[in-house]
């Protein structure tokens, strides 16, 4: 009996570590897909867990950072953390989640990371004999700063400079519709002691619709993006010559004004001034003529003269009076004046808006010009190449045509001289012809002569031989008769 519950406690103990062992040594330690991006200065969590999860309260966890470097990060050893061996770099930056720690999940904490952080980080399981990686890329960012560089033709050249960047950054020009401007050159860019990129590019901007440009600093790995607007003022574009005119026009227009204002004020003070020294003296008149008055209790002829005075006083009253409702008239004329001048410089504040925008127009029309006299040139410089080729061309002509005709020439002059030749050996061939036939006829004369010799000689010939016969046969007929005489004989 007793063996029996000893074997089945030990196969109840068996089975219990076989399924411990089959639960925690199926476990994988699982880290991220993707590596772990980061600032400098961010707090991070560099996640290992185990998946299916299982405690890993009682397990020994390392973290460790392969490279560059090989660095003890952190352990996990004794269910606490153990800084023994721990790199210097990470003192005080490094922890665990203990409430995780049951789920398996062993993940670790960084705090205020720095370019030098960057690395691959071991999640180290000793008790399973299990691991995995994670990367972790730190970048640097900062605001771009934009500055305007001065003028270049009618444009004007801003710079746009962003330091403490990692890793290394672009840096475009936009406009305000975001299209890419084509920069004065690639950026210049120059790292410093730390590591960190400052990244500088210039562009000559032209007058827009609203003079806004973006300067934007743009790092692909980290997926990090800062961006810049200026808004340059019109007045820092270089001034055109239509630019000139019209503020030549606009201080003509406020001289004119400022004029008329001037002479209005000035008249309306003289008239001011003249109406109270009037009044002021007919003020004193009056003051005098009182104190008379008061002063003799005069008599009748007194007090006549003083009516007539009185009388005097009150005709210049009148008079004074109509010269006010003159002065008022006069002011209500000027006020009229005021108010055309006022009209005038509403005309002529339209007419300068006109002239603004002719400006721009003109402005428009210049760059469009600039391009048609650029095309023009081109089609200048491509007609005078053509011009060049053709005379070339005709030159070679020339010259060919030039040798062609001193070999016609030579060629008749060889033409001649065989000809002459030709003509000579004619000469001589008929000389020759003319003189054999003389010969012949000589010859013929001579075979004449010689034959005509020839047939006297046989005529005389025959006649001799005629001659002859005759002798002979008279000769015979003599000697007939004589053997006819002597026949006897015989
Ligand atoms: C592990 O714990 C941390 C901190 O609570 C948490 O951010 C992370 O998502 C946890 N990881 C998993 C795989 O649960
Ligand atoms: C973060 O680290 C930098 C340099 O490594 C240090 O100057 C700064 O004081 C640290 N910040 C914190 C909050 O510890
Ligand atoms: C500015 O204008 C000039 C000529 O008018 C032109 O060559 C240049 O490309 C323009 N710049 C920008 C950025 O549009």
Known sequence: ????????????????????????????????????VALTGDDIILPCSLKPSVSA????????????????????LDSRDSFVDQFPSYRGRTSMFNEELKNGNVSLKLTNVTLSDAGRYRCFIQTLKKETTVQLLVGAVSQPVI?????????????????????????????????????????ERHRDSEGLYTVRRHVTVNRTGNNRFTCRVNQLEINHLKETEIHVPDEVFPKSQVGLIVGLLIAVAVVVLAASAGVFMWRKHTEEKKCRKQLEKQKIQSTELLEDVNKRKAPSSFVQNLTEQLMAAKKQIEMLSKDKDDVTREKDGLQG???????????????????????????????????????????????DKVIRERDEHIQNLTGEMEKLRNEKDEHIQNLTG???????????????????????????????????????????????????????????????????????VF
């Open 1 to 36: 009996m007793k063996t029996f519950q000893t074997s089945a406690a030990w196969c109840l103990g068996i089975l219990f570590i076989s399924v411990s062992l089959i639960t925690t040594g199926s476990s994988e330690v699982v880290g991220p897909a993707d590596p772990v």
């Open 418 to 488: 065989e000809m002459e030749k030709l003509r000579n050996e004619k000469d001589k061939v008929i000389r020759e012809r003319d003189e054999h036939i003389q010969n012949l006829t000589g010859e013929m004369e001579k075979l004449r002569n010689e034959k005509d010799e020839h047939i006297q000689n046989l005529t005389g010939e025959m006649e001799k031989l005629r001659n002859e016969k005759d002798k002979v046969i008279r000769e015979r007929e003599s000697d007939g008769m004589e053997d006819m005489e002597m026949g006897g």
């Open 147 to 187: 500055s305007i560089d001065g003028t270049k033709g009618w444009g004007v050249v801003l710079k746009c400079e962003s330091g403490g960047w990692f890793p290394e950054p672009q840096m475009e020009w936009l406009d305000s519709s975001g299209t890419i401007l084509p920069a004065d050159g690639p950026p």
């Open 57 to 76: 309260e009682d397990m020994i966890v390392e973290w460790t950072r392969l490279n560059p470097k090989a660095e003890k990060v952190h352990l996990y």
């Open 337 to 383: 004046q005021l108010n055309d001048v006022t009209r005038e410089k509403d005309g002529l504040q339209g007419l300068l808006n006109d002239v603004t925008r002719e400006k721009d127009d003109l402005q428009k029309q210049t760059g469009q010009l600039e391009k048609l006299k650029k095309d023009k040139e081109k089609l200048r410089n491509e007609k």
